[in-house]
């Protein structure tokens, strides 16, 4: 996938600095993109929140407990200057494997 985020690093408050496979790269604040309620509740505490890491077989970020983001609208934010709101309530799903993702078919076995 041509939008792959291949590398991320912990910035100041929530703000996360990514690197996608096509080079755009840039800062996103992460508390713009989800609440942090239901699955997402735990990275509310900056010590869960700092064990991102790029999963890249998914070609995303991701936390402990298999939790990840869909990169698409974060690449959005970068290379498009286009803002998608928060992730809708409803959007996140658990995959057999416990992934939360609102990507389609990304919870497909």
């Given at each position: 996938?041509?939008?792959d985020i291949v590398e991320v690093r912990v910035l100041g408050g929530y703000r996360l600095f990514l690197r996608f496979e096509d080079g755009v790269e840039g800062e996103v604040d992460i508390a713009e993109v989800i609440p942090f309620e239901?699955?997402?509740?735990?990275?509310?505490?900056?010590?869960?929140?700092?064990?991102?890491?790029?999963d890249?077989?998914?070609?995303?970020?991701?936390?402990?407990?298999?939790?990840?983001?869909?990169?698409e609208p974060l690449y959005e934010?970068?290379?498009?200057?286009?803002?998608?709101?928060?992730?809708?309530?409803?959007s996140v799903q658990s995959s057999p494997a416990g992934v939360a993702d609102s990507r389609p078919g990304r919870d497909e076995g």
């Open positions: 996938m041509p939008n239901g699955v997402f509740a735990r990275l509310r505490e900056r010590t869960e929140f700092q064990k991102v890491f790029v890249p077989e998914w070609g995303t970020i991701c936390w402990p407990g298999n939790l990840d983001l869909a990169p934010r970068l290379a498009l200057g286009h803002v998608p709101g928060p992730y809708p309530a409803g």
